[in-house]
């Protein structure tokens, strides 16, 4: 934090203003200011959560104490993490280890996606499919992660029997970490494996956020992204390659009248329901606040398997 800001008052950490005493309104408007320049997409909730975590704070109590003095230390702090935001673009999760995601919070690490909360559409979705909150019913989540979408239905659906699956080791032990840290440790089964290699059984409601993204994207997308698990963010050549599979093996899965819900790109809704169609079931789209197809589910026949 050293250019100077509009009015010509140098940064927080630079030269002459060194022993200056900065509130927190200050420091946030620096910072917003410096990460709108950079083209970061949420500037000022980036600057307060940098700031609450490096006070020791929630959010609103910046709006209390904006006139408090930020000490040498803090600021100290702060200045840290604003230079790792700023200058690698490491996304604010990864550097306080921690989203929130249908109001749970969630330790996350360069290990796992960052729950988006585009993904609440997902968790919606699997909602419709399992309409009776107290009804038991067992649901697979394919590809966990953070264990995001398994522990958001496991609150929202407590006779329900969760399995979460990943292929990766390290995924696998925040997830668990995360649901021991929620008190939902015997609610949910963690199981390695590849996609659906060697499950069996008939769930109810399978659900998934699986690597969407073309290879050919990669040079496009958001720098922060490059901090993020490649394996969860692209599927391949065409970005269909992992749904392609997940829609072939649904009817293998799925009991009587079950249904999946899996979430697509923006562009990707016809060809997915075309893909579950062919695989026998009926798809229905789900679209995100912002309007964009989000999710494709697919349900079994009333009265019939899928299988």
Known sequence: MTAPTSGGRTAPAAGADRDRIWTVLELLRWTTGHFEKLGIETPRLDA??????ALGVD??????????PVMDEERAVFRDLVRRRAGERI??????????????????????????????????????LLPDPEA??????????????????ARER??????????????????????????MATRIRFLRGDWTDALRGAWDCVVANPPYLALAERDGLAPELAHEPDRALFAGATGLEALDLLCREAPRLLGPQGGVAF????DQAPAVSERLRAAGLTPA???????????????????????
Request: proline content about 6%; aromatic content about 4%.
């Open 48 to 53: 307060e959560c940098l700031l609450a975590s």
């Open 59 to 68: 959010r609103m109590r910046l709006y209390i104490d904006f006139e408090k």
């Open 91 to 128: 996304p604010v999760a990864h550097l306080l280890e921690q989203r929130e995601f249908w109001s749970l919070p969630l330790r996350v690490t360069p290990d796992v996606l960052v729950p988006r909360p585009d993904t609440e559409t997902l968790v919606s979705a699997a909602l419709e």
């Open 136 to 153: 038991p019913a067992r649901v697979l989540d394919l590809g966990t992660g953070s264990g995001a979408v398994a522990l958001a239905l």
């Open 158 to 183: 407590p006779a329900a029997v969760i399995t979460a699956t990943d292929i990766s080791i390290k995924a696998l032990k925040i997830a668990q970490e995360n649901a021991e840290t929620l008190g």
């Open 263 to 266: 979430e697509i790109g923006p």
């Open 285 to 307: 789209v789900r679209r995100d606040l912002a309007g964009r197809d989000r999710v494709v589910m697919g349900r079994a026949e009333a009265g019939t398997s899928a299988k």
